[in-house]
């Protein structure tokens, strides 16, 4: 599916935060070790939207072009959160590398679409791409301990 | 992606606010339609002359005590105001979609532009400052007061139902004035919405009224000896011909904002992947129902090669614009406000075809409506080539989702053409040429002009401005300039003896 409006695609970010925070709430009760790292990523996910929404409804005028700045391919950056039954600790860490890298790329690809266009957006879409890399970085560490 | 939740659930027959409260007219009611569904979403009185004397009335009684309350006091009920908009912004928002049809995103950015507003009045203690002068001669002083006139009367129209009237009515009420806002009848709910929240700020009965109608309000406001003056924003004939003549005869100040034709020059050095986007959002963002939309693509030079390969991505984008109800998130593009008006605009596609100018896309046809939905408003973007500034579609304003696009051989041709147009409201230019942007803001007549921007939309602190057939008066809304509007500077010069 693809996106192309402001609207549209700070919902399906907001859907891509509360899903992946949904993911690091099963990981930290399955895996107790890890549970404030795992607690702490849906904590700043809950800060991502908090910070996308205050971009975007603090510039969003008429004078930017908010119904026609994005094509985002949906599809693209879709995840699985289930983990399979028989699924251990470093596949559940490879899955959350998966699923950051998705998020990553979307916020990445957004904010190139969108720059020169939807001003504070697509700098907040960086900033998050950003400690999303580093929490990435974290989850390779872990993944390595 | 879902459709919104619609925040007007049940057909209520609309009141009028005057004194603080809810008054019910005694006027016939007539229905306000949803554009894209065909429903009936309220009922709105069309009031009578006693009912807009009776709002006059209480703002004048309201004036003296509100003109005494300090600007800190009244800052802070506008503060209040603020923050009950910021709580219900998305209901605020919803409810322009629902009664207007534009897209949510562009509900959403009404909403903040009329916030914005609000937010520059709150800072009334220091913008309404006056000036002094010590020893204008030995032992004389001089200095001015901005004062509150007393009631003004704010005319809103149809295509930003919750914006426009907040271009005025914070200033008017922030430097000390009382107020009586006409909605246009069309769009009534979003200035009712918001009387409710300016009564929750806590502004006292009569500082704030509404009343809504039609002609009998407005002949009402500019013939009332009370009324000190008018801010209207709506059509060029309107503006020209009543508003603008009857304020002077009756000795009212007036701001009388017009209609448009607005020219979006493409310098062949532009930008192509972010122009694109700026154009689909100029031309037909808000179903091309706005003053500062683009009318007239003209492109610049003789290239062929670059014209063709422009009006192909012009094309292409503008053909896959996704069309529908403006609460379904996915959606780009609603309908136009009601049949009469898709009607006129139609009538300007069948003239711009016999005038000779072709089309390119043809939105009368096929257009697909996402979600199940009756045509009756809907047109899809339409595109003529090959169309003259001299055509009815080139020279008229059309106010729907129509582009006419023209060729002009240089920038100096392109300036002519544009400074040629009875209209100045907002042209713009498209280069990556600081030269041709600097050539083109010093050279063409227009109110607003727009570098690289497709909607050229001043903040609230900056003057809306308009020149030409656009604009009727000397200051315009917002800012700076409406706190000099809705204020006479009182100058006094003391010596003591």
Redo the contacts between chains.
């Keep these: 599916m693809k996106?192309?409006?402001?609207?549209?695609t700070i919902?399906f970010a907001k859907k891509l935060e509360n899903e992946s925070a949904k993911f690091y709430k099963d990981l930290s009760q399955k895996y107790g070790k890890e549970e404030d790292a795992f607690l702490s990523f849906g904590e700043e996910n809950r800060k991502n939207i908090a910070q996308t929404e205050r971009a975007y409804?603090?510039?969003?005028?008429?004078?930017?072009?908010?119904?026609?700045?994005f094509d985002v391919e949906t599809d693209e950056y879709t995840f699985e959160t289930e983990l399979a039954d028989k699924a251990n600790y470093a596949d559940a860490l490879s899955r959350a590398i998966e699923i950051e890298e998705k998020i990553i790329k979307f916020y990445s690809d957004a904010a190139e679409q969108s720059s020169?266009?939807m001003a504070d957006v697509p700098r907040a879409f960086k900033m998050i791409a950003k400690k999303r890399r580093n929490r990435e970085e974290k989850l390779r560490a872990l993944l390595e301990k | 992606?879902a459709l919104l939740e619609e925040p007007i659930k049940e057909v209520k027959v609309i009141k009028n606010y005057i004194d603080g409260e809810w008054v019910e007219s005694k006027g016939e009611v007539v229905d306000v339609v949803n554009p894209a569904t065909c429903q009936t979403i309220a009922k709105v009185p069309i009031s009578t002359k006693e009912e807009i004397d009776a709002a006059v009335e209480a703002a004048k009684a309201a004036f003296p005590d509100w003109r005494r309350t300090t600007p800190l006091a009244r800052s802070r009920i506008l503060f209040r105001l603020k923050e009950l908009l910021e709580e219900n912004?998305e209901e605020v928002s919803r409810i322009q979609t629902q009664e207007h049809g534009k897209?949510?995103?562009?509900s959403?950015?009404?909403t903040?532009?009329g916030i914005e507003n609000v937010e520059v009045a709150c800072g009334i203690p220091s913008l309404m400052q006056g000036y002094y002068s010590e020893d204008i001669a030995t032992g004389i002083d001089e200095w001015v007061i901005p004062t509150p006139l007393g009631v003004f009367g704010i005319i809103g129209p149809f295509n930003f139902p919750f914006m426009i009237p907040l271009w005025s009515a914070p200033y008017a009420v922030a430097t000390g004035n009382c107020v009586v806002i006409k909605p246009s009848s069309e769009v009534p709910n979003s200035q009712t919405r918001l009387a409710e929240l300016a009564d929750e700020a806590g502004f006292p009965p009569g500082v704030w009224n509404v009343v809504h109608g039609g002609r009998t309000v407005v002949n009402g406001m500019l013939d009332h000896p009370d009324i000190e003056g008018i801010a209207f924003v709506g059509s060029t004939p309107t503006a020209k011909n009543v508003i603008y003549p009857r304020c002077g005869a009756t000795g009212k100040r007036v701001i009388a904002q017009g209609g448009a034709k607005n020219f979006m020059v493409i310098m062949p050095d532009t930008n192509m992947r972010?122009t694109?986007?700026?154009l689909?959002?100029s031309f037909f963002?808000?179903a091309g129902q706005?003053c500062?939309s683009g009318a007239n693509l003209l492109i610049v030079g003789e290239d062929d090669g670059f014209y063709n390969t422009f009006m192909d991505a012009v094309t292409a984008?503008a053909s896959g614009i996704?069309i529908g109800y403006g609460l379904d998130?996915?959606?780009?593009?609603g309908p136009v406000h009601d049949i009469e008006k898709k009607e006129r605009i139609l009538g300007y596609i069948e003239s711009g075809l016999k005038q000779g100018a072709k089309l390119r896309l043809d939105g009368r046809k096929n257009i697909k409506i996402t979600g199940d939905y009756p045509e009756t408003c809907f047109l899809g973007p339409t595109i003529f080539e090959d169309a003259a500034p001299d055509m009815k579609i080139g020279s008229e304003e059309i106010f729907g989702p129509v582009m006419s696009v023209m060729r002009a051989k240089n920038l100096t041709e392109a300036i002519e053409i544009c400074n040629a147009s009875t209209y100045a409201n907002a042209h713009a230019i498209f280069t990556s040429s600081g030269s041709h942007a600097k050539e083109f803001q010093y050279n063409v007549v227009s109110g607003n002009v727009g570098i690289n921007?497709?909607?050229?939309?001043p903040m609230a602190f900056f003057p809306f401005s308009g020149m030409k057939d656009s604009f009727f008066g000397i200051l315009h809304t917002q800012g700076k300039e409406a706190v000099r509007f809705f204020t006479e500077s009182k100058v006094i010069i003391q010596r003591w003896l």
Excluded: K
């Design positions: 996106l192309h409006t402001a609207s549209e919902s409804y603090g510039v969003i005028t008429d004078a930017i072009e908010g119904c026609f700045a020169s266009l | 992606m912004f897209t949510i995103d562009e959403r950015g009404e903040r532009r972010a694109i986007p700026a689909m959002t963002g808000n706005r500062l984008t996704i998130e996915a959606v780009q593009m921007i497709g909607i050229v939309a």
